[in-house]
């Protein structure tokens, strides 16, 4: 079982570069769990033609009783990949990172893992804070791999080397790692030199580079991956290079 947890400031398209990389793998006969840990809970909307799964938060604040199966918290969708999302507390209530831990372990007691059995396993998370529940998928060894997701643009440089730092302080532990970098275009300028020197100062690889397309957006108005929506496209292309890439990771049977 291959573990990936994608970091990356709000807005900066990581829930994009997940979802297509989670189509990517299903493309290559891969089963898939992709885990929205944001609490938009919109990770994998484009992998459900536009449509939202009912979020894990939701789920709790609308029972009395927590599910008693994975049907009641997660929907298939493209390629067969089995969507979750942790969601949030009611605005102003509560706090969200408390949420994806809730969620990791219901999903233990759901024995997701065991029921699902599944290749690769992505956790999408929201990196403008990497403490509490935000760092779980790394602190508490539910993720092997850290992706990080980062344009040239000031800020979001600025959550990658928050992230970078967070996953650095469990090193010796034996949790998780940092991969590497998408840089995902904004058309800065300077933007591939600025994210270069940032991977420099890291010591980070930039694994591949999405640029900016009217591909991705139309099919993301569509409620589809660029993966599933245009085949042939160039981006189609890069994220399959990508998932190519990444299952030659040393995988982790261990799970939290």
């Known amino acids: 079982m291959l573990k990936i947890a994608i970091y ?3 807005g900066i398209g990581k829930s994009t570069m997940t979802a297509n990389l989670a189509a990517a793998f299903a493309m290559l006969g891969k089963r898939v769990i992709q885990i929205g840990c944001d609490p938009k809970a919109d990770s994998t909307m484009t992998l459900l033609g536009g449509k939202a799964v009912t979020s894990v938060m ?3 604040r609308e029972h009395d009783e927590p599910p008693t199966d994975l049907a009641a918290i997660s929907a298939t969708g493209f390629g067969g990949v089995l969507c979750l999302e942790t969601g949030g507390p009611t605005p102003g209530l509560g706090c969200a990172g408390r949420g994806i831990i809730t969620t990791f372990q219901l999903l233990q007691e759901l024995r997701l893992f065991e029921e ?3 290749d690769i396993v992505l956790y999408d998370v929201l990196g403008d804070v990497v403490c509490g529940g935000f ?3 790394i602190r508490e060894g539910y993720a092997r791999h850290v992706l990080i997701v980062t344009s040239g ?3 979001a440089l600025y959550a990658a080397r928050n992230i970078s730092r967070a996953v650095a302080n469990f090193a010796d532990r034996a949790y998780a790692s940092v991969h590497g970098i998408i840089l995902n275009q904004r058309n800065v300028p300077d933007e591939r030199a600025k994210v270069e020197a940032f991977a420099k100062e890291a010591n980070l690889a930039i694994l591949t580079e999405v640029p900016r ?3 991705i957006s139309r099919c993301e108005d569509l409620g589809m991956t660029v993966v599933e929506g245009a085949p042939h496209s160039p981006c189609t292309a890069i994220f399959q290079d990508l998932a190519g890439q990444l ?3 040393p995988d982790e049977e261990r799970h939290a």
Do not use: N
Request: proline share 10%; net charge negative; aromatic share 4%.
């Open 135 to 137: 760092a779980a998928p």
């Open 58 to 60: 939701d789920y709790l």
């Open 213 to 215: 397309s009217d591909d």
């Open 153 to 155: 643009e000031k800020m």
């Open 247 to 249: 299952l030659l990771l």
């Open 8 to 10: 990356g400031k709000g």
């Open 116 to 118: 699902v059995a599944p």
